[in-house]
C-alpha cells in the first residue's frame, strides 16, 4: 500500500499570501489529521477530518482551514501568510474502529518571507 | 494547563547499551499513549501504543511502560545501534478524543557506535 502523500514538498511565499497543501490518505483511511511542527513550539495539532467533516480542531486562528474530500483526500489553507507560519506541515491518516496508530506523511516545508 | 514534558537534551548513549528515554505529563488523563520515531527531515512512525489499564508493551526491542499514578511513560531500547539515532516522540489521546493526540516536545537521541 502507497503511504500518506503531501503536495508540494517545499514552498516559499511571502507574508500576506496564501496557500494550500495536499493530503492524501493511505487507501481505505478515512481520518486525516494535519499538525504544524516548529522548532519552537514542537509538533501541534491543527485538525482533524473524518468523513468530510471536521472532528477535532487545536488551538490555531481562523486563518487556517481544511477540507476533506469524498475521496478521504484532504487540503488545508493558511491564508494572510505570517513569518510564524514557517514551518513543516504534517498530515497524517487513519483507520478508524478503535485504530489508534497515526501514520504520517513526509510533510510540506513553508517558508514564509 | 496539559503539559507533556519529555527531556529536551540529547541522551548520548554507546552503541549496545540500553536507552531510556521519559515522558512525564500532568493536568491529563490520557487513554493511550504512543511513542513516535522522528528522523531529520521527515514524519513521525509510529512506534508502539499503551493502553491506560496496561502496565508495559513490548515490541522486539523495544519496551514500553506506562504509570498513570506517576504520570509517567518510559520508552526503552536495549542492545542499542546507531540505527536507532532519531529524535522519539511521546504522544497522549484522550478518551472521546478522535485523533487528536497531543505531542511532547520530543528526546533525540544519539547512539554512538
Known amino acids: 500500500k502507497a503511504g500518506v502523500t503531501q503536495t508540494p514538498r517545499y514552498l516559499i511565499k511571502t507574508r500576506g499570501q496564501q496557500v494550500t497543501l495536499s493530503c492524501s490518505p493511505i487507501?481505505?483511511?478515512?481520518?486525516v489529521s494535519w499538525y504544524q511542527q516548529t522548532p519552537g513550539q514542537g509538533l501541534q495539532f491543527l485538525f482533524e477530518y473524518f468523513s468530510e467533516t471536521q472532528r477535532n480542531k487545536g488551538n490555531f486562528p481562523g486563518r487556517f482551514s481544511g477540507r476533506q474530500f469524498s475521496n478521504s483526500r484532504s487540503e488545508m489553507n493558511v491564508s494572510t501568510l505570517e513569518l510564524g507560519d514557517s514551518a513543516l506541515y504534517l498530515c497524517?491518516?487513519?483507520?478508524?474502529?478503535?485504530?489508534?496508530?497515526?501514520?504520517f506523511g513526509p510533510g510540506t516545508r513553508l517558508l514564509v518571507l | 494547563s496539559q503539559k507533556i514534558e519529555q527531556n529536551s537534551e540529547a541522551l548520548n548513549i554507546q552503541e549496545g547499551k540500553t536507552a531510556t528515554l521519559t515522558c512525564n505529563y500532568t493536568n491529563y488523563s490520557p487513554a493511550y499513549l504512543q511513542w513516535y520515531r522522528q528522523d531529520p527531515g521527515r514524519g513521525p512512525v509510529f512506534l508502539l501504543l499503551i493502553r491506560e489499564n496496561e502496565k508495559e508493551k513490548r515490541k522486539e526491542r523495544l519496551k514500553v511502560t506506562f504509570d498513570t499514578t506517576l504520570k509517567q511513560s518510559l520508552f526503552h531500547i536495549t542492545a542499542s545501534q546507531p540505527a536507532d539515532s532519531a529524535t522519539y516522540l511521546c504522544a497522549l489521546e484522550g478518551n472521546n478524543a478522535g485523533n487528536m493526540l497531543t505531542f511532547g516536545g520530543g528526546t533525540r537521541l544519539m547512539v554512538k557506535p
Open positions: 497524517a491518516s487513519s483507520l478508524e474502529g478503535g485504530q489508534r496508530t497515526q501514520y
Open positions: 487507501s481505505g483511511h478515512r481520518s
